[in-house]
Nanobody, 113 residues
Framework: QVQLVESGGGLVQPGGSLRLSCAASGSIFNAMGWYRQAPGKQRELVARITRDGSTNFADSVKGRFTISRDNAKNTVYLQMNSLKPEDTAVYYC?????????WGQGTQVTVSS
């Protein structure tokens, strides 16, 4: 059974940092990524990393967020710095394997003073 379990969300003040983790089990993914969905908005890509370490980021997070993965642990991380209120959303982990995609249950990130 394939599972993606996110952790690390929470409430943080503007300018603060959070680190999200996504632990995968049941499959080895060619690429893993983080997406987010704010209320009333579509889910959007935040960052994505392939198994060989190639990355891409949404323009809105470039220079503030980094993505990394530990292939031995089958885990992907999202380090979020200089957080802004507009980063508030539910963050979802996504795993890609060929034509198949899998999603985690999501973790809430709230940036507010």
């Amino acid at each position: 059974q394939v599972q993606l379990v996110e952790s690390g969300g929470g409430l943080v003040q503007p300018g603060g940092s959070l680190r999200l983790s996504c632990a995968a089990s049941g499959s080895i993914f060619n690429a893993m990524g983080w997406y987010r969905q704010a209320p009333g908005k579509q889910r959007e890509l935040v960052a994505r990393i392939t198994r060989d370490g190639s990355t891409n980021f949404a323009d809105s997070v470039k220079g503030r967020f980094t993505i990394s993965r530990d292939n031995a642990k089958n885990t992907v991380y999202l380090q979020m710095n200089s957080l802004k209120p507009e980063d508030t959303a539910v963050y979802y982990c996504k795993g890609e394997k060929g034509l198949y995609v899998y999603w985690g249950q999501g973790t809430q990130v709230t940036v507010s003073s």
